[in-house]
């Protein structure tokens, strides 16, 4: 089984979508590691705030098929394709990591870049596997974060709840 690491995000009908993503996910791993729910403006054009969180989970589908099932999730989630690489989304799900793995892998870029780059998926990563390493940097991801510039972005936990439970309290 492989250790994956993926990032959701949404600024379209956000609860709604997160939600609906953390079930279908759910069917897919089985049990999830999920972190806080995180808000914050968008990144790289105008648009209404994401909500953002990252998820762990153990699979035995290759790079491929998991890519694949992370399409079909978003699709059902009405993510248009073909738009502007920064836009609004209905559902984002990007893997993260998957085991060490690093290069371009079945057309997936592994690690993902935004990792070290931005602040709503380095923090929610760091939150659910602080100890695990970047596979190329080797730090790990709590090391990552607390040397993170937390002035290059602005994002902050808010209430969410899945299933009936309190996965992430407000700040």
Not at 8 to 15: A, K, T, V
Not at 47 to 66: C, H, M, Q, Y
Not at 154 to 166: K, T
Request: charged share 20%; with cysteine.
């Amino acid at each position: 089984m492989a250790q994956v690491y993926l990032s959701l995000g949404s600024n379209i009908n956000r609860y709604q979508h997160v939600t609906a993503g953390l079930d279908a996910l759910e069917l897919v791993f089985g049990a999830l590691k999920i972190s806080s729910v995180y808000e914050s403006e968008a990144v790289g054009f105008k648009g209404n705030p994401f909500l953002n969180l990252a998820v762990g989970g153990e699979t035995d589908l290759s790079i491929a098929a998991l890519s694949t099932v992370l399409k079909k999730i978003e699709d059902s989630n009405g993510r248009v394709r073909g738009g502007p690489k920064f836009a609004a989304r209905t559902l984002d799900i990007d893997i993260l990591t998957y085991d060490e793995c690093v290069g371009v892998i079945s057309g997936v870029q592994l690690p993902r870049d935004e990792i070290v780059n931005n602040a709503f998926v380095l923090w929610p990563l760091a939150e659910i596997a602080p100890n695990a390493r970047h596979p190329v940097t080797k730090e790990t991801y709590a090391s990552l974060w607390s040397a993170y510039d937390k002035t290059r972005q602005s994002l902050w936990p808010v209430e969410f709840f899945w299933q009936g439970r309190l996965i992430s309290p407000r700040s």
